[in-house]
C-alpha cells in the first residue's frame, strides 16, 4: 500500500494541506498569555503536578528561594538509589533487573526464595501464544520493531480469557506475561523485520528456562547463540537503568492517562510503546547514533576541540545533521548537572570501549559531551545547566554489545516494562478519576454560512 496511487491524488493531499495551514495557527506567545502548561512544565521549569507515586523519584534539582538549583541527579526506585542497586548487583557478580522489576511491581526488596520464585514464574510465561508468530508477526512485518511491539501487544487481548478484568490479581498476571513475553515479541519481530526488509537470513531459537532476561535476549537475538558473561552482564544494566523514570516522563504518563480512562491493559501499554518510540522520548538513543555518524564523517579532526564545536554550531543552526536543531542525547526536563543513568554508563562503557577497539570513538562522544552546553549557550544564549541524558551513552553501548540499532528502542521498551505495569496498577488502584485537563479555546463565536452563499 502507498499513500498517493497517483500524482492526482498527491496533488490532492496538497491543496488540502494548504487549507489546512489557512485556518490552524496557533501563535506560541498566547500561551504565556493564558498561562498554559507548555509540554506541562511551569515557567521555573518544574514539572506541573499531575499526581502522586510510591513507585520512582526523579530528582535533578533544589528549589531554594523559589529557584531551581542545579544538583547532581538522583533516581530512587521506591525510595532505593539507582546507584546502590546497580553496586550491589556488581559486587555479588549476579543479574539485577528481574530484581529491579520486583522491587518496582511490589514496594520492598525479594528475599532470596521470593526473588527466585519469581524469576520461575517469568521464565514459563516467555513463550508467544500457539500460532502467534506466525500469525501476528510473520504475516503482517513492520520494517519497525517498535510499531510490531505495539501491534503485537494490542493483539495479546484476543489470547486473553479475561483481558478486561481490572482486579489485583488479574492485572498482576497480564503484568508478569507482559514483562516476560516482551522480549521474545521483540527478538521475533526483529528477525522476520531482516528476513522480509533486509533480505537476511532470520534465526527462531528457543529461550532458556534458567537463563536471566538479558542471556535469553542475546541467545535468540544471535544466530550462533553465543555471547559472553560479560554482555550480558552490561545488558543486564542497560535495562536496570531504563526500568523506569517516574509517574511524569511520556510513556509512563501515556500509561496511567489510558488507565485512567479505564480501558484494558493492552490498550494502554501498547500506548507507552508509541510513545517511547517517538525521538524526544525512547527512540533518541538512535538519534544519538545517527547524529554521531553525521559527526564522524563532518569533523576531520576528532581531537580539535574547535571544529567539533563549529560543527555543533551548524547542527543547532539546522545546517548539518537531520535538520532538527537538536543536539540528540544532550539536556533532560529534570536532571541539570548530571543524568545517573548516564554517569554509570560512560563508566562501564569507558572500560569495554578499548577493549572493543572504540576507544577514539568513546573519547569523540566524551567531547561531544563536554562541548555541547558551551555552544548551546554561544549559539542560543541560555544559561541553563545541560547534561547528557541517558540516551547518549545507551547507544554507544548497544553498539558494543553488538545490538543492531533497530533494537535499540525496542530494548528500553523491554527494560521499562515493568514500570508501566507499576504505574498502570497504581493508576487504577489509587487514582480513581480520568484524567481530563483543560485547553483554551482561541476561536471565537461565528455564525454559520450556507453551502450556496459561500
Known amino acids: 500500500m502507498t499513500l498517493y496511487e497517483n500524482m492526482e491524488q498527491r496533488d490532492s493531499i496538497q491543496f488540502l494541506c494548504e487549507e489546512f495551514r489557512k485556518h490552524n495557527h496557533i501563535d506560541i506567545e498566547q500561551s504565556e498569555k493564558y498561562g498554559v502548561k507548555r509540554g506541562l512544565r511551569n515557567a521555573d521549569g518544574t514539572g506541573v503536578l499531575a499526581g502522586l507515586t510510591l513507585i520512582c523519584d526523579v530528582v535533578g534539582y533544589e528549589m531554594k528561594d523559589g529557584q531551581r538549583t542545579a544538583i547532581d541527579g538522583e533516581l530512587y526506585y521506591r525510595g532505593i538509589r539507582l546507584n546502590d542497586i546497580v553496586d550491589n548487583c556488581v559486587r555479588e557478580n549476579r543479574f539485577g533487573f528481574e530484581e529491579t522489576a520486583w522491587l518496582l511491581l511490589f514496594g520492598n526488596l525479594p528475599t ?82 531482516r528476513w522480509v526488509y533486509d533480505k537476511k537470513s532470520m534465526y527462531f531459537h528457543q529461550n532458556k528456562r534458567e537463563y536471566s532476561l538479558a542471556q535469553n535476549i542475546l541467545r535468540t537475538m544471535r544466530p550462533d547463540k553465543i555471547f559472553t558473561e560479560e554482555e550480558a552482564k552490561l545488558l543486564d544494566l542497560c535495562l536496570i537503568l531504563h526500568a523506569d523514570h517516574g509517574g511524569g516522563n511520556n510513556s509512563a504518563f501515556a500509561t496511567r492517562v489510558l488507565s485512567s480512562s479505564g480501558t484494558d491493559t493492552y490498550s494502554a501499554l501498547s500506548a507507552a510503546v508509541g510513545s517511547l518510540k517517538g525521538p524526544r522520548h525512547g527512540g533518541a538513543n538512535i ?11 563532518g569533523v576531520s579532526d576528532w581531537n580539535d576541540d574547535g571544529q567539533i564545536k563549529d560543527f555543533l554550531r551548524r547542527i543547532l543552526n539546522r545546517e548539518e545533521g537531520d535538520g532538527s536543531g537538536l543536539i540528540y542525547g544532550m539536556g533532560h526536563a529534570v536532571y541539570t548537572k548530571s543524568d545517573p543513568r548516564a554517569v554509570i554508563l560512560k563508566r562501564n562503557a569507558e572500560q569495554l570501549a578499548e577493549a572493543r ?31 547528557a541524558n541517558v540516551d547518549f551513552y545507551s547507544g ?54 450556507p453551502l450556496d452563499q459561500r
Open 287 to 297: 538519534k544519538v547514533t545517527e547524529m554521531m555518524e553525521y559527526i564522524k564523517a
Open 357 to 387: 577497539g572504540l576507544d577514539k570513538e568513546f573519547e569523540l562522544l566524551k567531547r561531544v559531551e563536554r562541548l555541547a552546553p558551551e555552544v548551546f549557550y554561544e549559539v542560543k544564549g541560555d544559561k541553563k545547566p545541560i547534561c
Open 396 to 449: 554507544f553501548v548497544y553498539k558494543m554489545l553488538r545490538l543492531p540499532p533497530e533494537l535499540f528502542t525496542p530494548l528500553f521498551a523491554v527494560a521499562r516494562m515493568p514500570g508501566w505495569c507499576a504505574h498502570r496498577i497504581e493508576e487504577i488502584l489509587t487514582g480513581g478519576r480520568i484524567m481530563r485537563p483543560a485547553y483554551k479555546a482561541l476561536m471565537t463565536p461565528r455564525a454559520y454560512i
Open 112 to 193: 532470596k526464595p521470593q526473588l527466585e520464585k519469581f524469576m520461575e514464574t517469568i521464565a514459563m510465561a516467555r513463550d508467544l501464544p500457539a500460532g502467534f508468530s506466525e500469525d501476528m508477526i510473520q504475516k503482517a512485518p513492520s520494517p519497525n520493531v517498535m510499531n510490531k511491539l505495539a501491534r503485537s501487544i494490542l493483539a495479546l487481548y484476543s489470547y486473553d480469557d479475561n483481558p478486561e478484568d481490572q482486579s489485583l490479581e488479574n492485572l498482576m498476571a497480564q503484568s508478569i506475561k507482559l514483562i516476560a513475553i516482551t522480549p521474545t515479541i521483540v527478538v521475533n519481530a526483529y528477525q522476520v523485520k
